[in-house]
């Protein structure tokens, strides 16, 4: 285009997301990367401190992520140029109704696109798992999260489960 310059030496970078075993290298050092963000998050804002190392390690080690295996559940890993910036895992709760969780971009990639690429991957996975509904929570301190799912269809709606950190629960029907 006319006014545009690149440098010959610079390509753009990419974002790709395919599906990925939750156990996979990629899958556990993202994982761990999430989980120790809205932990330490959460004991910041509720007790000023981060999370106990020994409690971080349990809790990582207990949450395996097996409940998005086939055939009723999809971790899907985002790269960016290559190299494992973020997550969304779906699992079916019953035959049409789909709960997203796990949705993270590491800090230093985010603004650069890879949420709404992980939301709409996500959707189109749990379309084909079967979901008509897609729900999921979210913590009240988690204000990122809750502005984009709100930009992305997503509505809030009345608890659907008791876990005693989800303060925010939004429900998106699946179309297409």
Do not use: C
């Not at 761990?32 to 509720?46: F, L, M, N, P």
């Not at 395996?64 to 290559?82: I, K, N, Y």
């Not at 992980?118 to 999260?145: P, S």
């Amino acid at each position: 285009m006319a006014g545009m310059t690149r440098s010959p030496s610079r390509t753009p970078s990419t974002w790709s997301v395919a599906p990925e075993p939750f156990d996979s290298p990629a899958a556990a050092a993202l994982w761990r990367a999430y989980y120790t963000e809205v932990s330490d998050r959460w004991y910041q804002v509720h007790e000023g401190r981060t999370t106990d190392p020994d409690e971080l390690e349990r809790e990582i080690a207990a949450r395996t992520g097996s409940e998005f295996a086939a055939p009723t559940g999809v971790l899907l890993v985002a790269r960016h140029d290559g190299e494992p910036g973020g997550t969304a895992g779906v699992r079916m709760l019953d035959a049409t109704t789909g709960e997203l969780s796990r949705v993270f971009v590491r800090p230093d990639l985010r603004g650069r696109g890879a949420a709404p690429l992980l939301l709409t991957a996500a959707e189109a996975a749990a379309r084909e798992l079967g979901a008509r509904t897609l729900i999921l929570d979210t913590r009240g301190d988690l204000v990122e999260a809750r502005a984009l799912y709100a930009r992305h269809g997503y509505e809030e709606t009345a608890a659907h489960n008791d876990d005693p950190y989800a303060e925010h629960w939004f429900r998106k029907e699946l179309t297409g």
